[in-house]
Protein backbone atom coordinates (compact mmCIF):
# COMPACT_ATOMS: atom_id res chain seq x y z
CA UNK A 1 0.00 0.00 0.00
CA UNK A 2 2.80 2.36 0.83
CA UNK A 3 4.77 1.56 -2.16
CA UNK A 4 1.68 2.37 -4.30
CA UNK A 5 1.55 5.53 -2.56
CA UNK A 6 5.02 6.37 -3.35
CA UNK A 7 4.76 5.50 -6.89
CA UNK A 8 1.55 7.71 -7.44
CA UNK A 9 3.40 10.66 -5.86
CA UNK A 10 6.50 9.74 -7.85
CA UNK A 11 4.36 9.70 -11.26
CA UNK A 12 2.68 12.88 -9.66
CA UNK A 13 5.98 14.98 -9.32
CA UNK A 14 7.18 13.58 -12.85
CA UNK A 15 4.11 15.20 -14.32
CA UNK A 16 4.37 18.38 -12.66
CA UNK A 17 8.26 18.79 -13.65
CA UNK A 18 7.54 18.01 -17.32
CA UNK A 19 4.35 19.43 -17.82
CA UNK A 20 2.86 22.18 -15.37
CA UNK A 21 5.91 24.48 -15.75
CA UNK A 22 5.26 28.20 -14.84
CA UNK A 23 7.13 29.78 -17.98
CA UNK A 24 7.36 29.67 -21.68
CA UNK A 25 11.08 28.40 -22.80
CA UNK A 26 12.22 32.01 -24.57
CA UNK A 27 15.21 31.27 -27.25
CA UNK A 28 15.89 35.41 -27.84
CA UNK A 29 18.52 33.95 -30.57
CA UNK A 30 15.50 32.21 -31.74
CA UNK A 31 13.46 35.06 -31.43
CA UNK A 32 10.88 32.75 -30.18
CA UNK A 33 9.16 31.51 -26.87
CA UNK A 34 7.38 27.64 -26.41
CA UNK A 35 5.99 25.72 -23.68
CA UNK A 36 9.18 23.82 -23.54
CA UNK A 37 10.36 22.42 -19.98
CA UNK A 38 13.65 23.47 -18.55
CA UNK A 39 15.30 20.32 -19.49
CA UNK A 40 15.08 20.93 -22.67
CA UNK A 41 18.36 20.07 -24.96
CA UNK A 42 19.36 22.39 -27.90
CA UNK A 43 21.99 21.39 -31.08
CA UNK A 44 22.90 23.35 -33.51
CA UNK A 45 24.33 21.82 -37.11
CA UNK A 46 25.17 23.63 -40.25
CA UNK A 47 25.63 22.20 -43.45
CA UNK A 48 26.74 23.02 -46.73
CA UNK A 49 24.50 24.00 -49.38
CA UNK A 50 25.06 24.95 -53.58
CA UNK A 51 23.10 27.88 -52.53
CA UNK A 52 25.23 28.55 -49.35
CA UNK A 53 25.66 27.66 -45.85
CA UNK A 54 22.49 26.39 -44.30
CA UNK A 55 22.43 26.45 -40.52
CA UNK A 56 19.70 24.54 -37.98
CA UNK A 57 19.12 24.94 -34.28
CA UNK A 58 16.77 22.46 -32.44
CA UNK A 59 15.30 22.26 -29.18
CA UNK A 60 14.19 18.89 -28.02
CA UNK A 61 12.14 18.45 -25.38
CA UNK A 62 11.71 14.42 -24.40
CA UNK A 63 8.62 14.64 -22.15
CA UNK A 64 7.17 11.41 -20.80
CA UNK A 65 4.86 9.29 -24.18
CA UNK A 66 6.19 12.63 -26.29
CA UNK A 67 8.91 14.36 -28.09
CA UNK A 68 8.26 18.20 -28.12
CA UNK A 69 10.48 20.46 -30.97
CA UNK A 70 11.14 23.81 -32.17
CA UNK A 71 13.79 24.17 -34.46
CA UNK A 72 14.76 27.16 -36.98
CA UNK A 73 16.68 26.82 -39.95
CA UNK A 74 18.33 29.91 -41.27
CA UNK A 75 18.58 29.75 -45.77
CA UNK A 76 20.95 31.24 -47.82
CA UNK A 77 18.53 34.00 -49.39
CA UNK A 78 18.76 32.70 -52.83
CA UNK A 79 17.02 29.23 -51.38
CA UNK A 80 14.03 31.99 -50.91
CA UNK A 81 14.25 32.28 -55.15
CA UNK A 82 13.49 28.77 -55.23
CA UNK A 83 10.19 29.61 -53.94
CA UNK A 84 7.74 28.80 -50.84
CA UNK A 85 6.47 25.52 -51.28
CA UNK A 86 9.77 24.08 -52.38
CA UNK A 87 11.20 25.02 -49.16
CA UNK A 88 7.76 24.09 -47.43
CA UNK A 89 7.68 20.51 -49.38
CA UNK A 90 11.06 19.93 -48.78
CA UNK A 91 10.67 20.84 -44.72
CA UNK A 92 7.81 18.28 -44.84
CA UNK A 93 9.49 15.70 -46.73
CA UNK A 94 12.58 15.65 -44.38
CA UNK A 95 10.41 15.50 -41.14
CA UNK A 96 8.59 12.35 -42.61
CA UNK A 97 11.63 10.88 -43.37
CA UNK A 98 12.99 11.23 -40.14
CA UNK A 99 10.40 9.83 -38.29
CA UNK A 100 9.34 7.04 -40.18
CA UNK A 101 5.93 8.82 -40.69
CA UNK A 102 3.22 9.15 -43.24
CA UNK A 103 1.18 12.44 -44.17
CA UNK A 104 -2.16 11.99 -42.99
CA UNK A 105 -3.16 15.76 -43.74
CA UNK A 106 -0.97 18.77 -45.46
CA UNK A 107 -3.00 22.28 -44.87
CA UNK A 108 -1.94 25.62 -46.16
CA UNK A 109 -2.57 27.82 -43.43
CA UNK A 110 -1.90 31.40 -44.77
CA UNK A 111 1.00 32.53 -47.15
CA UNK A 112 4.03 31.76 -44.64
CA UNK A 113 2.49 28.54 -42.60
CA UNK A 114 1.49 25.34 -43.67
CA UNK A 115 0.73 22.42 -41.20
CA UNK A 116 1.33 18.29 -41.38
CA UNK A 117 -0.25 15.52 -40.01
CA UNK A 118 0.92 12.82 -39.89
CA UNK A 119 1.09 9.30 -37.99
CA UNK A 120 4.42 7.12 -37.22
CA UNK A 121 4.41 3.49 -35.96
CA UNK A 122 2.71 4.10 -32.46
CA UNK A 123 2.84 7.90 -32.91
CA UNK A 124 0.61 10.48 -34.19
CA UNK A 125 2.02 13.61 -35.20
CA UNK A 126 1.76 17.62 -35.65
CA UNK A 127 4.02 20.06 -37.31
CA UNK A 128 3.71 23.67 -38.39
CA UNK A 129 6.10 25.09 -40.72
CA UNK A 130 6.39 28.79 -40.54
CA UNK A 131 8.62 30.53 -42.80
CA UNK A 132 9.94 34.47 -42.06
CA UNK A 133 11.84 35.76 -44.06
CA UNK A 134 15.03 33.56 -43.98
CA UNK A 135 14.06 31.78 -41.04
CA UNK A 136 12.13 28.65 -41.36
CA UNK A 137 10.41 27.65 -38.05
CA UNK A 138 9.38 23.64 -37.22
CA UNK A 139 7.28 23.27 -34.68
CA UNK A 140 6.25 19.67 -34.06
CA UNK A 141 5.20 17.39 -31.56
CA UNK A 142 5.18 13.62 -31.81
CA UNK A 143 3.10 11.53 -29.01
CA UNK A 144 2.39 8.02 -28.11
CA UNK A 145 -0.93 7.28 -29.13
CA UNK A 146 -2.44 7.53 -25.45
CA UNK A 147 -1.24 10.89 -24.78
CA UNK A 148 -4.34 13.14 -24.76
CA UNK A 149 -4.03 15.58 -28.38
CA UNK A 150 -5.55 18.22 -26.00
CA UNK A 151 -1.40 18.52 -24.75
CA UNK A 152 -0.17 18.42 -27.95
CA UNK A 153 -2.65 21.48 -29.21
CA UNK A 154 -1.59 23.27 -26.32
CA UNK A 155 2.15 23.22 -26.89
CA UNK A 156 1.23 24.02 -30.84
CA UNK A 157 -0.64 27.14 -29.86
CA UNK A 158 2.13 27.76 -27.26
CA UNK A 159 4.78 29.10 -29.50
CA UNK A 160 5.10 32.68 -30.79
CA UNK A 161 7.73 34.46 -32.59
CA UNK A 162 9.04 37.72 -30.83
CA UNK A 163 10.18 40.92 -32.24
CA UNK A 164 13.99 41.13 -32.52
CA UNK A 165 15.49 43.37 -29.82
CA UNK A 166 14.88 47.24 -30.19
CA UNK A 167 17.79 48.67 -31.06
CA UNK A 168 18.79 50.70 -27.88
CA UNK A 169 19.05 54.15 -27.65
CA UNK A 170 22.59 55.94 -28.30
CA UNK A 171 24.39 56.97 -24.65
CA UNK A 172 24.54 60.40 -24.34
CA UNK A 173 27.47 62.48 -24.53
CA UNK A 174 28.24 64.97 -22.38
CA UNK A 175 28.30 68.80 -23.71
Known amino acids: ?11 ALLWFTTVAWAEPYVSPDGRFSADLSPATSCTTSQSDSPLGAIVTTVFLDK ?31 GMLQQCGGTQTAWQRQDAQTRRLLYSAPGHRGETIF ?11 VRSEISVKPALDSRFLQSFKIISPPAASAPVPTDP
Open 130 to 140: RLEKYRLYVVD
Open 1 to 11: MANQRWNLSLG
Open 63 to 93: QPGRFLTVSFTDLPKLAILAGRERIFDEARD
